[in-house]
């Protein structure tokens, strides 16, 4: 009998106790400013959107969440709401984490987009193959012009970058890229009067040691440092043979110097 009623007191006070518990939190959770978002905390955000963004996540935070639930707490927040803000003000964002850190602050991370090439004058194309809308002016990154029966993989657009890269220390700067419809890549200058011919399938790292090997060697050598010489292109999409073409610019307009070609075995 003492052991029945001793379990049954154990038993309402384990109860009043939670509920007196549970009571306490949510006065603090609706009652109380305890868990209230006093700021917000970016990170990978430029400096000039964050008061903007702090101001519109404040007016979403006045909101209730499910209609019931407060939305400036740091355990109920508007995740989507904020998430879609953030995509809408910063398009270039690749990975957006909100997370609460300690009552008080609400963190949000965002990881923008790589942009490798621009393929509009609003849009780049991002190292992992991704087309988005870019907030900065894309006049410092090559044109990508992809044939509509072609296709490049990502791993092959941070080849040609780091090509495109090589190619403007030593040869002339990249301004465009074009991938015709045999999937063949060819890099030209600003002028669209020099490139350099690619295959798709090739390792980028050998490409450029045949040039490299090619532009240190006579003939090509000579006449690239020959004012008279215009380089028309480089071609290197024969295994670790390089060809090449030049245009006298002495002659008359109408008149192209052979063809000339140079094999590196």
């Not at 072609?150 to 657009?157: A, N, Q, Y």
Request: net charge negative; with cysteine; hydrophobic share 40%.
């Amino acid at each position: 009998m003492r052991k029945t009623t001793y379990l049954r007191v154990k038993k309402l006070t384990t109860w009043f106790l939670g509920t007196i518990c549970i009571l306490c939190a949510l006065y603090l959770y609706f009652y109380t400013g305890t868990f209230t978002i006093q700021t917000y905390s970016f990170s990978g955000v430029p400096e000039d959107r964050v008061e903007d963004l702090t101001n519109n996540a404040k007016l979403i935070a006045e909101n209730t969440l499910y209609r019931v639930l407060p939305g400036n707490r740091t355990i109920s927040y508007h995740d989507n709401e904020l998430r879609t803000l953030i995509g809408e003000t910063l398009p270039t964002s690749k990975i957006i984490t909100i997370y609460p850190w300690g009552l008080h602050t609400l963190v949000i991370k965002v990881v923008p987009y790589t942009p490798l090439f621009s393929v509009s004058d609003t849009h780049a194309i991002s190292d992992d193959g991704t087309v988005y809308k870019e907030i900065i002016p894309l006049d410092q990154f090559p044109r990508l012009e992809v044939a509509s029966s072609s296709e490049v993989l990502p791993r092959t657009l941070k080849e040609i970058s780091e090509l495109i890269t090589r190619v403007d220390a030593v040869l002339f700067p990249i301004s465009y890229v074009v991938v015709d419809e045999f999937n063949d890549i060819r890099l030209y200058n600003k002028e669209k009067n020099s490139f350099i011919a690619v295959s798709n399938a090739s390792n980028m790292d050998m490409v450029w040691s045949n040039v490299l090997s090619a532009v240190d060697t006579e003939p090509l050598k000579g006449k690239l440092l020959d004012p008279t010489e215009h380089l028309e292109y480089i071609d290197t999409r024969f295994g670790n043979k390089v060809f090449y073409k030049f245009i006298n610019k002495a002659a008359p307009a109408h008149e192209d110097t052979p063809v000339a070609t140079t094999t590196i075995q």
